[in-house]
């Protein structure tokens, strides 16, 4: 007789291990004989790994009858022949069981037992894999939508995952059947149930979006180095490229704006800033500032601070609305930025590289505006060895761009 007919649907279709099914299933009827013998030491139980099939054998040894002392581990001879007629006294007599020798109450509780297991196994195994899964992004659909919450049926698992309203965007509107992306943010226990919370407002969401849409970062030749947001409004990303012949920022956005677009939208038109990442602080605090031109800037690298000077033009466009720009290149930078309109005493003119086309050739100015240098100024922040890696001009070239230039302030 199989012992686990009646536990047969737990068999099959649970995300759990053989083994460790294997493991409960001896442990819940072990229980069901200690509670109907007192003890499971002289019982053995043999769950077949292939097909869940069940046996149960209580084992005693045989002694003459009369002289039996501990009914768990003997048996008298007269009860071992009824048994089977061939066991002599000295041997160990098998006897095996049936679920009706537990009686049906008992055999009910050892169901609910294994129910009640089972669930925990596989509460357990959701939370392990979801766990191991913080940071991905998943597509799901709208199953519920709650006043502090929605509720999200994953398209791989088809387990419920939880998105916040405060990890919505400003503008996100839901409604029941909508596919919805996120990254898995945390996976917390609830009252012994593990609860997958999404977020679409995280950082590593725009980061996710953007690995999509640019093959350059998943394939590693583009690095994204910071993220920083204001979830439906403004976001900044700074991006560095491995390749000096991949434009960062140009792979990013795409051909007319083609993959960044694409995104915006999923973020209901946030404005998304990509900068190129750079070593040189004074530089990568005016890229930050975009769409803003900046002047002039003075760095207090010991108090993490930047004092920039911009025409009077440019001073809404480096705050931003409500401050978002201004707020974010901050973020991005780690200084804390000053906005001031130029005075004579800081006003330092800019000469545009075009303006050179007399003493430089027009490659080189297009090299140059190739890296994001379109000013004098701009090419002078840079150091010499990143004008050469980044450029591919020859080292004489940049020698003599950088005299050229130089010498142009110098006059001043």
Known sequence: MNLVESFSEFKEGKNIDRPTMVRVLEDVFRTLIRKKYGSDENFDVIVNTQNGD?????????????????????ISFTEAKSIDEAYEVGEECYQQLTLEDF??????????????????????????????RVGDLVVGEVSQILKKEVLVMDDATQNELVLPRLEMIKGDFFRKGDMVRGIIKRVEMRNGTP???????????LEKLLEQEVPEIEDGLITVKKIVRMPGERAKVAVESYDDRIDPVGACVGMKGSRIHGIVRELKNENIDIVNYTNNVSLFIQRSLTPAKVTSISLDDKNMRA?????????????????SNIKLASKLTNYEIDVFRDTEEHEIEDVDLDEFKDEIEDWVIEALK???????KS??????????????????TVDDVLKILASEFDDD
């Open 54 to 74: 069940l046996e149960m054998w209580r084992v005693r040894v045989i002694v003459p009858d009369g002289e039996v002392t501990d009914e768990l581990s003997q």
């Open 103 to 132: 009686g049906r109450r008992s055999i009910m509780a050892a169901r609910q037992t294994l129910i009640s297991r089972i669930m925990d196994l596989e509460k357990d195994d959701v939370y392990k894999r979801y766990m191991d």
């Open 195 to 205: 609860m997958v919370m999404l977020s679409r407002t995280d950082n590593a969401f």
């Open 307 to 323: 004092s920039v000077y911009l025409k009077p033009d440019q001073v809404s466009l480096a705050i931003g609305k409500g401050g």
């Open 370 to 376: 190739n890296i994001g240098c379109d000013t004098a």
């Open 379 to 396: 090419v002078l922040a840079l150091n010499r060895e990143e004008l050469i890696r980044r450029s591919d001009l020859e080292e004489e």
